[in-house]
């Protein structure tokens, strides 16, 4: 349920300012109002949602908070990179290159395999620190992607850069995968 209604604030079907409440969500999600209660903690939790005199209205994600997103990536993304050459399993060199095999397929076809290509470089860098704070910016920030990806040749660039990385990564070089 919390995903639901996540994926529903990230996309825009839910847009920012917008009311929500427990019995709409219920209804539009077909399950009873306990998970949807939880679910709401989570989000408030989240900052996604958040509780006005008027009721519960969707906070979304502002240009501001896509910038720290990014910078807070673009800060730790190549450490928790460099971990993961460090310390990757052989299942998770191979469910890389599977990804990346599918990635290179799907390019032109819309499927968007980025966020499990870089849940598995966070998993794999054995730092749930590092997982816990990368995964849930990265999964946030996939509207923003799915816009970059849908209206250049953004798709077909980060295909390559992750087929760089996974070289990189397969080579055991951590200072090529960290750059």
Not at 113 to 125: C, G, M, N, Q, V
Not at 149 to 157: A, E, G, H, I
């Amino acid at each position: 349920v919390f995903a639901a209604i996540e994926k529903n604030i990230l996309t825009g079907v839910y847009p920012a300012g917008e009311p929500i409440s427990e019995p709409r969500l219920s209804a539009e999600l077909g399950v009873s109002r306990t998970p949807i209660r939880e679910a709401i903690t989570r989000l408030e939790a989240e900052r996604l949602i958040k509780q006005t005199s008027s009721g519960m209205i969707v906070v979304g994600i502002s240009k501001k908070d896509v910038e720290e997103m990014y910078a807070v990536k673009k800060a730790m993304e190549p450490y928790a990179t460099e971990l993961a050459v460090k310390n990757m399993s052989a299942e998770g060199l191979e469910k890389l290159r599977e990804i990346l095999e599918q990635q290179e397929f799907y390019v032109t076809k819309s499927k968007d395999l980025d966020t499990e290509f870089h849940d598995i470089i966070y998993r794999e860098s054995a730092s749930p620190t590092l997982e816990s704070i990368l995964s849930p910016l990265h999964h946030k920030l996939m509207r923003f992607r799915k816009v970059s990806l849908q209206f250049s040749d953004r798709s077909t660039q980060s295909v390559e850069e992750h087929k760089q990385l996974f070289e990189a990564i397969e080579a055991g070089d951590a200072k090529k995968a960290k750059e």
